[in-house]
C-alpha cells in the first residue's frame, strides 16, 4: 500500500474511532522500509498536531460541513503543502485525489481538488483575531484551553506551553541502577547522552529502544525526564512500606524500588488488570524484586490492607493528560472542556484514601502530568481543607517548555501525629 494511503487510514483510525495513535502506528508499519516509516509517521504526528492551523487555512473556502473523513485527508494533504517543502504539490494533490477515488463519490473528488488548487494558489493564510484566538489557531489548541491557561498560569506561560506542545518531543531514558550505573552503561552504550534534569536520566536522538539489548535486559526504562523527578521527590528508603496506589505501567514503580536497593516493600495497585500484568513484566525485566503487583481498585484500597500502615504513599493519579501533549497529540485532538469532569472527582477520591493508609508522620506525593490547577494545586487546596492532619510540604510544577519534557505537577505533604 502506498505511505500517503497507509497515513489517512491510520488519522482515520485515530480521529473517527479513537485508536491510539502510537498503537495505530506500531501495529500498521510492519511492512513499510525506514523512509516510509518516517514519512507517514510525520503526516500522522504533524496533521494531529496542526490540525485546526491545517483547517483555517481551507474551511474558508467551503461554505457547507464536510464530511470528517474528507476534511482528514485535506488536512493531511494541506500539512504536506505547507510543511513539507520537499514534497511536490502535484504529488500531494494527485495521491488526494486517488485516495479519495477509490472511496468516495465523484462530487467528493472533484471538491477535494478545488480545495487543494485554491490553497496552491493562495498559500498561507496569516492568522486573524485577538491574541488568545490567534494564540488557539497557531498552536491548534481549542480556544478554551488557552483561555483555562491563561486564567490559570498568566499570558506569558500560556503562550510557552501551546508553543511549546508544537515541538519534537525529546526521548529520554532512566538508568535502572538494580542492573547497572550510569558509568556502567554508558561505557558499553553508543548513543545517549546525560539528561538535565535527573541525574539517572539519559537522553537519545534516534529511533526506538525498545528493540534493543540494553532495554531487553533491563540496564534502562523508558521514562520521561520529569517523570523521573517524582520518585525521588517522594524519596523512599530502603526499609520502607510504601503504597504505590495508581502504579501501572510502572515507570515510578520500577524507580521507587531502585531507590529503595531492593529492599523494603512496595505494593503497587492499579484498577486495571491488563496494565497490572504489564507492570509485572517490567518489574520482571528490570529485576525489581521488592514489589508487590495487585489488582485493585485504590478508591477502596483500605478495605485490603490496614490503616496507618504504609511510611509512604504515592499517587500518580489519573488525569486529563495536558502535560505530555508533545508525544500524545492525539489526546490534544480530542481534547474536551469536560475532560476532567469526572477525572477531578477519582483524585479526590485517591486523597481521602491514601491519607488513611498512611502512618502518623508519613509522607504521601500526589502527582499529575497534567497542566490544570484545578486537579492540581486546587484539588491539594480542598484536600488540606478537608484533611486538618495533613500539611503540604512542597509543591511544584514543571512546565514542558523548561527542559523540552512533559509537564507534571507534584505535591509532598506530611501526616501530621
Ligand atoms: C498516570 S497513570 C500511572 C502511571 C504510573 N504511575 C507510572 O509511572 O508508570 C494512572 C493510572 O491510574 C490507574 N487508575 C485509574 N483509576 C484507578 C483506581 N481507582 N485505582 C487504581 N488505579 C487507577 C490507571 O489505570 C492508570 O494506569
Request: proline share 2%; net charge neutral; with cysteine.
Amino acid at each position: 500500500m502506498d505511505a500517503r494511503k497507509k497515513a489517512y487510514l491510520m488519522l482515520i483510525d485515530i480521529c473517527i474511532h479513537k485508536k491510539y495513535s502510537h498503537l495505530v502506528l506500531k501495529d500498521g508499519m510492519r511492512d513499510f522500509d525506514t523512509k516510509d516509516k518516517a514519512f507517514i509517521s510525520n503526516i500522522v504526528y504533524g496533521t494531529l498536531q496542526n490540525y485546526r492551523y491545517l483547517d483555517y487555512q481551507w474551511k474558508v473556502y467551503c461554505e457547507k460541513i464536510v464530511k470528517k473523513e474528507i476534511e482528514i485527508l485535506i488536512n493531511m494533504s494541506v500539512y504536506q503543502l505547507l510543511y513539507l517543502e520537499r514534497v511536490p504539490a502535484f504529488a500531494i494533490t494527485n495521491e488526494a485525489v486517488e485516495i479519495a477515488k477509490g472511496k468516495y463519490d465523484g462530487r467528493f473528488v472533484s471538491f477535494v481538488n478545488a480545495i487543494l488548487r485554491k490553497v496552491i494558489k493562495n498559500g498561507k493564510r496569516e492568522v486573524t483575531g485577538d491574541a488568545d484566538e490567534k494564540l488557539a489557531i497557531e498552536t491548534s489548541f481549542p480556544l478554551w484551553i488557552v483561555k483555562m491557561w491563561n486564567k490559570q498560569y498568566g499570558t506569558e506561560v500560556c503562550e510557552k506551553i501551546c508553543r511549546d506542545a508544537l515541538n519534537v518531543p525529546k526521548q529520554s531514558v532512566r538508568v535502572n541502577t538494580i542492573k547497572n550505573s550510569k558509568e556502567e552503561f554508558l561505557s558499553k552504550y553508543e548513543g545517549y547522552h546525560n539528561g538535565e534534569l535527573s541525574d539517572v536520566a539519559l537522553t537519545f536522538d534516534k529511533g526506538s529502544v525498545a528493540s534493543r539489548e540494553e532495554f531487553k535486559f533491563g540496564y534502562i526504562s523508558v521514562q520521561d525526564e520529569a517523570s523521573q523527578m517524582i520518585a525521588p521527590f517522594l524519596n523512599p528508603s530502603e526499609d520502607d512500606l510504601v503504597l504505590d496506589m495508581c502504579a501501572a505501567p510502572g515507570s515510578k514503580t520500577g524507580h521507587m524500588a531502585a531507590l529503595m536497593n531492593n529492599r523494603g516493600k512496595i505494593i503497587a495497585l492499579d484498577v486495571h488488570e491488563h496494565r497490572v500484568e504489564l507492570l509485572k513484566a517490567t518489574m520482571r525485566r528490570l529485576g525489581c524484586i521488592n514489589v508487590d503487583a495487585q489488582t485493585c481498585d485504590a478508591t477502596k484500597a483500605s478495605e485490603q490492607f490496614e490503616n496507618e500502615s504504609f511510611d509512604k504513599v504515592l499517587i500518580d493519579a489519573p488525569c486529563s493528560g495536558y502535560g505530555v501533549l508533545k508525544g500524545k497529540s492525539d489526546i490534544k485532538y480530542h481534547m474536551q472542556s469536560d475532560d476532567m469532569d469526572g477525572i477531578i472527582a477519582i483524585q479526590k477520591e485517591l486523597l481521602d484514601e491514601g491519607i488513611k493508609l498512611l502512618k502518623a508522620d508519613g509522607i504521601m506525593v500526589y502527582s499529575t502530568c497534567t497542566l490544570n490547577k484545578k486537579e492540581n494545586e486546587l484539588q491539594i487546596k480542598q484536600f488540606l481543607e478537608r484533611q486538618e492532619n495533613m500539611e503540604l510540604i512542597e509543591e511544584k510544577t514543571i512546565f514542558p517548555y523548561e527542559y523540552n519534557c512533559d509537564g507534571f505537577y507534584m505535591a509532598k505533604l506530611k501526616k501530621v501525629s
